[in-house]
Protein backbone atom coordinates (compact mmCIF):
# COMPACT_ATOMS: atom_id res chain seq x y z
CA UNK A 1 0.00 0.00 0.00
CA UNK A 2 1.69 3.94 -0.84
CA UNK A 3 0.34 6.42 1.80
CA UNK A 4 0.25 10.15 0.23
CA UNK A 5 0.60 12.13 3.59
CA UNK A 6 0.64 15.66 4.22
CA UNK A 7 -0.23 18.44 7.52
CA UNK A 8 -0.05 22.10 7.91
CA UNK A 9 1.85 24.03 10.64
CA UNK A 10 -1.33 22.99 12.92
CA UNK A 11 -0.57 19.05 12.11
CA UNK A 12 3.00 18.84 11.57
CA UNK A 13 4.47 16.67 14.87
CA UNK A 14 1.67 14.11 14.27
CA UNK A 15 2.80 13.82 10.66
CA UNK A 16 6.29 13.02 11.92
CA UNK A 17 4.68 10.70 14.28
CA UNK A 18 2.89 8.66 11.63
CA UNK A 19 5.63 8.63 9.15
CA UNK A 20 7.60 7.05 12.11
CA UNK A 21 5.14 4.91 12.08
CA UNK A 22 4.90 4.14 8.75
CA UNK A 23 8.84 3.08 8.32
CA UNK A 24 8.52 0.61 11.42
CA UNK A 25 5.70 -1.16 9.73
CA UNK A 26 7.23 -0.85 6.43
CA UNK A 27 4.50 1.40 4.47
CA UNK A 28 5.34 2.84 1.48
CA UNK A 29 4.60 6.68 1.81
CA UNK A 30 5.83 10.03 -0.14
CA UNK A 31 5.45 12.79 2.26
CA UNK A 32 3.95 15.73 0.94
CA UNK A 33 5.26 18.31 3.33
CA UNK A 34 5.45 21.07 4.74
CA UNK A 35 9.10 20.76 5.96
CA UNK A 36 8.54 23.05 8.94
CA UNK A 37 6.04 24.46 11.39
CA UNK A 38 6.10 27.77 9.68
CA UNK A 39 2.48 28.47 8.86
CA UNK A 40 0.71 27.58 5.76
CA UNK A 41 -2.64 27.19 4.10
CA UNK A 42 -3.91 23.87 4.02
CA UNK A 43 -5.53 23.75 1.05
CA UNK A 44 -2.25 24.15 -0.34
CA UNK A 45 -1.20 20.85 0.89
CA UNK A 46 -4.81 18.87 0.77
CA UNK A 47 -4.99 19.55 -2.84
CA UNK A 48 -1.82 17.57 -3.96
CA UNK A 49 -2.47 14.84 -1.73
CA UNK A 50 -6.20 14.21 -2.87
CA UNK A 51 -5.13 14.64 -6.54
CA UNK A 52 -2.65 11.83 -5.72
CA UNK A 53 -4.95 9.60 -4.31
CA UNK A 54 -7.95 10.48 -6.86
CA UNK A 55 -5.19 9.65 -9.47
CA UNK A 56 -4.60 6.53 -8.78
CA UNK A 57 -0.83 7.45 -7.95
CA UNK A 58 -1.06 6.65 -4.19
CA UNK A 59 -3.75 4.19 -2.46
CA UNK A 60 -4.51 6.03 0.49
CA UNK A 61 -3.64 9.79 2.11
CA UNK A 62 -3.56 10.95 5.20
CA UNK A 63 -4.11 14.34 6.75
CA UNK A 64 -3.49 16.26 10.12
CA UNK A 65 -4.45 19.84 10.43
CA UNK A 66 -4.90 21.43 13.89
CA UNK A 67 -8.59 19.90 13.89
CA UNK A 68 -8.74 18.09 10.75
CA UNK A 69 -11.71 19.93 9.38
CA UNK A 70 -10.19 22.48 6.84
CA UNK A 71 -8.21 19.45 5.49
CA UNK A 72 -11.38 17.18 5.54
CA UNK A 73 -13.29 19.65 3.48
CA UNK A 74 -10.68 20.77 0.81
CA UNK A 75 -10.00 17.21 0.07
CA UNK A 76 -14.00 16.18 -0.44
CA UNK A 77 -13.72 18.90 -3.16
CA UNK A 78 -11.82 16.84 -5.20
CA UNK A 79 -13.47 14.41 -7.35
CA UNK A 80 -13.13 10.79 -6.10
CA UNK A 81 -12.04 11.86 -2.65
CA UNK A 82 -13.77 10.03 0.54
CA UNK A 83 -11.82 11.56 2.93
CA UNK A 84 -13.10 11.16 6.07
CA UNK A 85 -12.27 13.03 9.55
CA UNK A 86 -11.94 10.54 12.24
CA UNK A 87 -10.97 10.99 16.30
CA UNK A 88 -12.10 7.50 17.50
CA UNK A 89 -11.48 3.86 16.54
CA UNK A 90 -15.09 3.26 15.90
CA UNK A 91 -15.24 5.43 13.24
CA UNK A 92 -11.95 5.05 12.01
CA UNK A 93 -13.34 1.01 11.61
CA UNK A 94 -16.40 1.82 9.67
CA UNK A 95 -15.68 3.95 8.00
CA UNK A 96 -13.83 2.02 5.96
CA UNK A 97 -15.74 -0.84 6.23
CA UNK A 98 -18.78 0.99 5.16
CA UNK A 99 -17.57 4.36 3.20
CA UNK A 100 -14.24 2.95 1.82
CA UNK A 101 -12.99 6.37 2.82
CA UNK A 102 -9.41 6.81 0.64
CA UNK A 103 -8.39 9.71 3.15
CA UNK A 104 -8.25 10.21 6.54
CA UNK A 105 -8.39 13.58 8.11
CA UNK A 106 -7.05 13.84 11.95
CA UNK A 107 -6.44 17.07 14.07
CA UNK A 108 -3.72 17.44 16.20
CA UNK A 109 -5.20 20.10 18.52
CA UNK A 110 -8.22 17.17 19.23
CA UNK A 111 -6.51 13.84 20.44
CA UNK A 112 -3.54 12.74 22.28
CA UNK A 113 -0.75 11.02 20.10
CA UNK A 114 -1.62 6.90 21.34
CA UNK A 115 -4.98 7.50 20.56
CA UNK A 116 -3.90 9.35 17.16
CA UNK A 117 -1.82 6.39 16.26
CA UNK A 118 -4.52 3.77 17.05
CA UNK A 119 -6.61 5.49 14.73
CA UNK A 120 -4.17 5.59 11.68
CA UNK A 121 -3.80 1.65 12.74
CA UNK A 122 -6.91 0.79 12.69
CA UNK A 123 -7.68 2.46 9.52
CA UNK A 124 -4.85 1.28 7.52
CA UNK A 125 -5.97 -2.64 8.41
CA UNK A 126 -9.90 -1.98 8.24
CA UNK A 127 -11.19 -2.92 4.63
CA UNK A 128 -13.83 -1.99 2.50
CA UNK A 129 -16.64 -4.20 3.14
CA UNK A 130 -18.65 -3.53 -0.76
CA UNK A 131 -22.12 -5.57 -1.23
CA UNK A 132 -24.94 -3.07 0.05
CA UNK A 133 -22.31 -0.03 0.40
CA UNK A 134 -20.85 -0.43 -2.89
CA UNK A 135 -24.26 1.54 -4.40
CA UNK A 136 -23.95 4.46 -1.90
CA UNK A 137 -20.72 5.11 -2.85
CA UNK A 138 -21.98 4.91 -6.75
CA UNK A 139 -24.37 7.65 -5.37
CA UNK A 140 -21.80 9.54 -4.12
CA UNK A 141 -19.71 9.63 -7.10
CA UNK A 142 -23.03 10.67 -8.88
CA UNK A 143 -23.00 13.80 -6.90
CA UNK A 144 -19.85 14.86 -8.02
CA UNK A 145 -20.91 14.28 -11.78
CA UNK A 146 -24.60 15.96 -12.00
CA UNK A 147 -24.36 18.89 -9.29
CA UNK A 148 -26.77 16.66 -7.03
C1 LIG B 1 -4.46 26.56 11.60
O1 LIG B 1 -4.37 27.47 12.62
C2 LIG B 1 -5.78 25.80 11.68
O2 LIG B 1 -6.81 26.65 11.31
C3 LIG B 1 -5.74 24.58 10.83
O3 LIG B 1 -4.69 23.75 11.25
C4 LIG B 1 -6.98 23.70 10.85
O4 LIG B 1 -7.37 23.42 12.15
C5 LIG B 1 -8.09 24.14 10.01
O5 LIG B 1 -9.12 23.47 9.89
Known amino acids: MKIAIASDHGGFEYKAKITEFLTAKGIEFKDFG ?7 DYPDYAGPV ?3 VANGEYDRGILICGTGIGMSIA ?35 VIGEGLMLLIVKTWLDAEFEGGRHQKRIDKIAQLESCNG
Not at 34 to 40: D, G, I, L, R
Not at 98 to 105: D, E, G, K, Q, T
Open 34 to 40: PASTESV
Open 75 to 109: ANKVPGIRCALVHDVFTAQVTREHNNSNILALGQR
Open 50 to 52: ARA
